[in-house]
Nanobody
Framework: QVQLVESGGGLVQPGGSLRLSCAASGRILSINYMGWYRQAPGKQRELVARVLSGGGDNYADSVTGRFTISRDNARNTVYLQMTSLKPEDTAVYYC???????????????WGQGTQVTVSS
C-alpha cells in the first residue's frame, strides 16, 4: 500500500506565504510525477503544479510566478512554496503522485487526504 501524507496548510493573510509538504510512503519502487491539485467550494478540482522525476515542471497560469514546486527524490517528498497568497487561493490542496509499487508493472495514481489553505484577513 502507498500513502501520501500532506502537511503545512493553515490560515494566512493576503500577501502571506505557506509551504506545503507531501511525503509518500509504502512499498515504493519509483515515482514518476508528483503534484498538487486544489478544490475550492463549488468548483472542480484543478491542477496547481506538477513536477516530473527528472525535474521538469508546469504550473497553472493563476499561480505562475507566485508558487514553486520542488521535490526530494531521496525522501519521496514534494513541496509547494506559496507566496503572495490571494483569497482566491483558498481551497483544499491535494497531493497527487504516480507511483510504481514493488512488484508492480505499472504506475498507479495516488492521492493525499487534503490540507486546507485559507487566505483571509
Amino acid at each position: 500500500q502507498v500513502q501520501l501524507v500532506e502537511s503545512g496548510g493553515g490560515l494566512v493573510q493576503p500577501g502571506g506565504s505557506l509551504r506545503l509538504s507531501c511525503a509518500a510512503s509504502g512499498r515504493i519502487l519509483s515515482i514518476n510525477y508528483m503534484g498538487w491539485y486544489r478544490q475550492a467550494p463549488g468548483k472542480q478540482r484543478e491542477l496547481v503544479a506538477r513536477v516530473l522525476s527528472g525535474g521538469g515542471d508546469n504550473y497553472a497560469d493563476s499561480v505562475t510566478g507566485r508558487f514553486t514546486i520542488s521535490r526530494d527524490n531521496a525522501r519521496n517528498t514534494v513541496y509547494l512554496q506559496m507566496t503572495s497568497l490571494k483569497p482566491e487561493d483558498t481551497a483544499v490542496y491535494y497531493c497527487n503522485a504516480a507511483v510504481r509499487r514493488l512488484g508492480a508493472r505499472r504506475y498507479d495514481d495516488y492521492w493525499g487526504q487534503g490540507t486546507q489553505v485559507t487566505v483571509s484577513s
